[in-house]
């Protein structure tokens, strides 16, 4: 009896590798669907009632040179130390065109990147007065959600290389003279430009 049910339970290697197949590719299908509904739905939502359209940072094409101020600038005023990889915007030199992009925060009007952190309006939130989304990295644990969920390519939110919590532009939030690449262009490529130009 028992050498009749071992030998129904054996399987052909053949059989095992088209099984587990099966398995991997279903496995790998739900690990890059899974979350593809949420972030979505984050993408839909507007920010709380009450709060204002935050201002955003415009770049010019035609008239940037790629010299790279504004991000050493942003490193220095932010991290008090020089360094592309720790600033909050980036330059990005297209080689076929010689012409620049310039990647910085959008300040969505429907934030996933907020709807999306685990600690939402503590970690990343959102100024009452200002509209500018913002991360708060002494709340901030570095899960990447908001990278993860930001609707844009490259993301505009991203994991510090030292510190390893979220950090994106904030407009220079508290700064007197406004975001410190914009101030510093030399060619006056990047321009801040307020809530009620964006429409």
Known sequence: MADKKSEEMKITRREFIAGAGTVLAFSAVSNLTAGVPAIAQTRTQPVPEGIPVSA?????????AGCGVCGLMCAFYHE???????????????????????????????????????KKDAALRIDKQTGVKYVNIAE?????ACTSACQFTPPRVNVHPVKKVSFKCDLCR?????????EYCTMQALKKISGDERG
């Open 80 to 118: 008090k130390e020089y360094g592309h990889s720790l600033a909050r915007n980036e330059l990005v030199r297209d080689p076929f065109n010689a012409v620049y992009a310039f990647y910085v925060c959008q300040q969505c009007k429907t934030p996933s990147c907020y709807f999306a952190c685990p």
């Open 174 to 182: 508290g700064r007197e003279d406004g975001p410190i690449c914009v």
């Open 140 to 144: 901030c644990i570095g899960c990447g």
């Open 56 to 64: 955003l940072i415009v770049h010019d094409p035609n008239l940037c």
